[in-house]
């Protein structure tokens, strides 16, 4: 499967979205990059690209909502410290419920990528 994301700015997404054990797959000019981990393809698209070009409606394509990409993690603080570093801001405190633990983390642009920690099986 294969998520797009809108971004305000492609440089300043790639650091964030290292943190969270991304890789820069490839990249086709500064509007634009294909970031890969574990089964997850995430293409990043910015200011210039087609996915950013006003409607017909006069809709403007942005980022942000609520809808989100969900990356697991066995060390939920650990990641989270590392996505705020990397510009990240959190929605709230990571939160418990009948899986695990989850937090939501805005990337610079304002995406939400749900930060997933499931409870110990034992």
């Known amino acids: 499967m294969t998520v797009r994301y ?16 991304f890789r820069l797959a490839d990249r086709w000019g500064p509007p634009f990059a294909v970031m890969k981990a574990k089964g997850q393809t995430l293409w990043l698209a910015g200011p210039g690209t087609s996915a950013r070009k006003k409607l017909a409606s006069g809709a403007l394509p942005a980022p942000g909502g609520w809808n989100r990409i969900v990356v697991e993690t066995k060390d939920l603080d650990a990641t989270l410290a590392k996505a705020l570093a990397a510009g990240g801001k959190a929605r709230s405190k990571p939160i418990k419920g009948p899986g695990g633990r989850q937090v939501l983390v805005d990337d610079p642009s304002g995406n939400p990528v749900e930060v997933f920690e499931a409870r110990d099986a034992t």
């Open 6 to 21: 809108l971004v305000d700015d492609v440089d300043a997404a790639l650091p964030f979205y290292r943190a969270l054990g």
